[in-house]
Nanobody, 124 residues
Framework: QVQLVESGGGLVQAGASLRLSCAASGRTFSSYNIGWFRQAPGKEREFVAAIIWSSSGTFYSDSVKGRSTISRDNVKNTVYLQMNSLKPEDTAVYYC?????????????????WGQGTQVTVSA
């Protein structure tokens, strides 16, 4: 079973950049699609970005497309989310998860093994 630990969040001003990391333990990490999701207070968990196990494909939500890049290093067992031009509406707890069920790679119901999350707060 893959276990995930997120890091890299923080308090930044609008327009700044952050790089989130999702470090995994487990020998089969490279076999899984990994997704980043976020959850703001009082809201449901929403899709941010996902990357195919072989890095052959990436997916982004409309809200971050053009401002974010997801990548992975299967040797380091880590997935990264580079976020630029951050906006106050990006404020949320960011989680990474493993796609455990077939289906759309942007549906949180298909993901599991969530990490504990990392807080991103963007001030205006």
């Amino acid at each position: 079973q893959v276990q995930l630990v997120e890091s890299g969040g923080g308090l930044v001003q609008a327009g700044a950049s952050l790089r989130l990391s999702c470090a995994a333990s487990g020998r089969t990490f490279s076999s899984y699609n990994i997704g980043w999701f976020r959850q703001a207070p009082g809201k449901e968990r929403e899709f941010v970005a996902a990357i195919i196990w072989s890095s052959s494909g990436t997916f982004y939500s409309d809200s971050v497309k053009g401002r974010s890049t997801i990548s992975r290093d299967n040797v380091k067992n880590t997935v990264y989310l580079q976020m630029n031009s951050l906006k106050p509406e990006d404020t949320a707890v960011y989680y990474c998860g493993v796609q455990l069920y077939s289906g759309r790679p942007y549906d949180a119901k298909n993901f599991g093994s969530w990490g504990q999350g990392t807080q991103v707060t963007v001030s205006a």
